[in-house]
Structures are given as structure tokens and as C-alpha cells.
């Protein structure tokens, strides 16, 4: 079955790709290549948002290696840096409307626009947040089968300081509690207790990431849910807790990977329960929210904090409707082993900071732990394979990037200046040049 569910999610996604080149196939009209754009930015919209989605294949964040490009993420987000780039490739490959080369206005359209972008500083912080990461370097493959959990908890809280500001902020990595715990009993967990105490003696958050459960009545279960043999049902999430000194908040992961935490569509799809692949840390048919999140509030201020679980970090728009101040990601990429994966996913995650306009502050179980302001710079890192604790006063704040206020209408945008070039190179020389070809 696992075997089954690879093959199927390789194949599928390359096949998906193909729908906007055979449509653009089917226009037959000049010039075309200014049409292809929304045919693509509309296939990239709508793959972001339903469960079989797969952000690799999203255009825009290639730019993600050049924060200089990546301004531009700051007015359209990576749909709108995808829009960019074929509209740029539209004017270098088709015949200009104006006496300037070609070549030149494919230079002022690739290089000047993000130079303006990246004059605009939207970002204005009101404060600074202390901030600790925890990077504890547990083999993923072995963190839910080998390796004891008290050890893996030893690592963890060796890793914490020793005194903690007032109001501070600490992030563990994604599962980092590799037990089940109760979301709606949370305060009676043993696992739980060395955080809580933490927190209450620093007066300050700890946010970590576990993997949760709740019960359901019979009649009150989730479609996808299990049965329990005495009747009740339950459900498991992939989860992050805010532990505060007076109460915690739990967040549950809405963007699961496909086939790898949940089938897609499973609760329609009952059938094809078990086809998860194993591919290291939390896997199976992990549960949805059943309300879209939102951020989380920080003691003692209730700075709001968006918090992304791995694979979230790099669904912008998702991110962008929870208003947080601060991006806090919780990762577990070293299921990736020693690949590009695990380095693409956080060089994809600073391009959602600068999409957002907002500081990230990433803790990887190993992987790499960092931080990340919002024009795109590395502030500090800890390698992969690297077990550590990383500090910054991070700067807080609202964004006024174009992007967290408008969402994709940069690259509607983008789209429709293209189908308008298009238009007027019809009007003004593809009439005429296809009636004297008759």
C-alpha cells in the first residue's frame, strides 16, 4: 500500500501539470504565449488549495535562493512571483509593441520591479520578543519506534535555559513530545508537567509541537475518525500547544501531507485508509481542524503569534488570515535525510516570511533551526544533523506588506496586464498581420 500511495503521488502531480499546456495547446491564436499566464496562475491557485496540493510544483518559490527577487513575494506572494516570471519569458520570446528591444524590457520588467519592491519597507515592529529554539537532532525514523520517549524528553529539557525572561518565547520542533496526548486533558498529562512548570516559574510561553488526541461520543465523531472498542471514537492531530503560565492553546495542523499523514479526502474515501507511507515523525490519518486556525495569543500581552507545522510554512494564504505578528514554525525535516528537501523547505519558508512581511522563527527537530527577518535575511541558524539552542530578540509587529493585505490580487493583477498586452498587440498587429497572411 505504501508502495502504491509513492507511486500514486508521483504520477499524479507531473500529470496535473500538464492541464494548463494542453489547454494553452487548444488556443489557437498568435501570439499566445501572454495567454498561457493565467491558464498556469490559475492552476497554481487552485492546486494550493485542495488536499492532494503539493508546493513544490509552484513556480514562484524557485526565487526562493534570491531575496533580492523575493521582494516581489511582498506584492503578489509566490503566485505572484510565478506570475512574474512568465510574463517576463512572454516579453523576451514576443514581438514588442514599442521600437524598444525586447531585451530591454524584459531587463526593466525582471530586475526593476523588485528593486522598487524591495524600497518599500513594510514591516514597522512595536516591540521585541525574546526568543529561544530548540533543535534537539532526534533521527526521525527512530523517534517513534526506537528511540525511548523519556530519553527524547531528557534531550529536550536539557536543551531549555537556565532562567528564562519574563514574557519570552520558546519553540520546540514538530512532535516534539512523541506521545499521544489529550488536547481536552492536557493539564493532568505527565509529559506535559515539566513545561507547565517552566512556564509558570519564568512567566513565559512554550510553544511545542505533539502529537494530540481527542474522544468523541459515537454520534459526535469525525467521519474519518477510529472506534475504540468501548464504544467511544477518537481522533489523532498533528498539534502544537502554547504552554502559558495560566492556561495553554492548542493549534491543529490543517495542511496535511498527502499520503504521508492523511489520505486526501479520506472521509469520503474511507477505503483507502492504510495507504500512508512512513517516511519518518508523525504519519497516518492525522485529523483536520474542524474550524479554520487562528493565531494564538502570547502572555502576558496576547502578542498573536501564527504558528505553521511544518508543511504549513510555506501555505502563505493560509498563513496571512490568522493576523499573527510573528511566524512561529515547528519542523521536522530531517525525514528528508541528507536531500535538497529538507534545505528547499526552509529556503521555501523565508520566502513565505517575506511574502508575509513578518519575522519566522523556525525550530526543526533537526533539519535547520532559524531565524528569518522579514526582508529575507538569515538572521541566525543552526546547521542539519546539529543539535543546539539558538536565541534573538525578535522583532514584533502588524505588516503592511501588499501581500498580507490583498492577498493573490498581485498576480490577478499580473494576469490581467498580460491578457491586456495581448489584447493590444491583437488590435494593433495581429489583425492586421493575419488578414495579410489570408
Known amino acids: ?31 499566445a504565449n501572454y495567454l498561457f499566464i493565467p491558464l498556469w496562475v490559475g492552476f497554481e491557485y487552485f492546486h494550493f488549495r485542495w488536499e492532494l496540493s503539493w508546493g513544490w510544483l509552484t513556480l514562484g518559490f524557485s526565487w526562493s535562493e534570491w531575496p533580492f527577487f523575493g521582494h516581489l ?58 526568543t529561544y529554539l530548540l533543535q534537539p537532532n532526534i533521527d526521525p525514523y527512530a523517534k517513534f519506534n526506537e528511540f525511548p520517549p523519556d ?39 505527565p509529559w506535559l508537567r515539566p513545561f507547565i512548570e517552566k512556564a509558570r516559574r519564568f512567566q513565559a510561553n512554550i510553544l511545542l ?3 494530540g488526541y481527542k474522544l468523541f461520543p459515537p454520534h459526535q465523531a469525525p467521519p474519518d475518525a477510529s472506534m475504540l472498542p468501548s464504544g ?51 504519519f497516518g490519518s492525522f485529523g483536520k481542524p474542524l474550524t479554520p486556525p487562528t493565531s494564538l495569543p502570547l502572555y502576558p500581552d496576547n502578542t498573536p503569534v501564527t504558528v505553521g507545522v511544518c508543511y504549513e510554512s510555506i501555505f502563505t494564504h493560509d498563513l496571512r488570515q490568522r493576523k499573527g505578528y510573528l511566524l512561529g514554525i515547528l519542523t521536522n525535516d530531517g525525514w528528508w535525510k541528507k536531500s535538497s528537501g529538507y534545505y528547499q523547505h526552509f ?19 533537526t533539519g535547520i533551526s532559524a531565524f528569518i527577518w522579514p526582508d529575507g535575511t538569515v ?30 490580487w498581485g498576480a490577478f493583477g499580473v494576469c490581467i496586464f498580460a491578457l491586456l498586452l495581448w489584447t493590444a498587440w491583437w488590435f494593433l498587429v495581429g489583425r492586421w498581420k493575419t488578414s495579410s497572411e489570408k
Do not use: C
Not at 507511486?7 to 500538464?18: E, H
Not at 520566502?351 to 508575509?356: F, G
Open 1 to 31: 500500500m505504501s508502495f502504491l500511495a509513492g507511486a500514486l503521488t508521483i504520477l499524479t502531480n507531473p500529470l496535473l501539470m500538464t492541464i494548463p499546456f494542453l489547454l494553452w495547446r487548444k488556443i489557437p491564436l498568435p501570439q
Open 73 to 130: 513575494a511582498g506584492i503578489g506572494g509566490p503566485l505572484g512571483l510565478s506570475a512574474w516570471t512568465l510574463l517576463a519569458a512572454a516579453l523576451l520570446t514576443t514581438r514588442p509593441l514599442s521600437p524598444i528591444p525586447r531585451y530591454l524590457l524584459f531587463l526593466a520588467w525582471t530586475f526593476g520591479l523588485p528593486l522598487l519592491a524591495s524600497l518599500h519597507q513594510p514591516f514597522r515592529p512595536h516591540t521585541h520578543k525574546p
Open 151 to 189: 530519553s527524547q524528553l531528557k534531550i529536550l529539557l536539557a536543551l531549555f535555559p537556565d532562567t528564562l525572561p519574563p514574557g519570552s518565547l520558546v519553540i520546540g520542533p514538530e512532535t516534539a513530545l512523541p506521545v499521544a496526548i489529550s488536547i481536552d486533558q492536557w493539564q493532568e498529562d
Open 209 to 211: 509541537g505533539i502529537v
Open 232 to 282: 467511544q471514537a477518537y481522533q489523532s492531530y498533528n498539534a502544537a500547544m502554547l504552554i502559558r503560565p495560566d492556561t495553554a492553546f492548542v493549534h491543529i495542523k490543517s495542511r496535511l501531507v498527502p499520503f504521508v499523514e492523511r489520505t486526501p479526502y479520506l472521509e469520503y474515501l474511507r477505503f483507502l485508509r492504510g495507504w500512508e507511507i512512513d517516511l519518518g515523525g508523525g
Open 347 to 365: 529556503s521555501y519558508g523565508r520566502l513565505s516570511a517575506q511574502s508575509l512581511g513578518l519575522p519566522m522563527a523556525r525550530s526543526a527537530n
Open 379 to 408: 538572521k541566525a541558524l543552526l546547521p542539519y544533523d546539529t543539535r543546539g539552542l539558538l536565541y534573538a530578540e525578535v522583532p514584533v509587529g502588524e505588516s503592511q506588506s501588499l501581500y498580507a493585505i490583498y492577498s493573490e
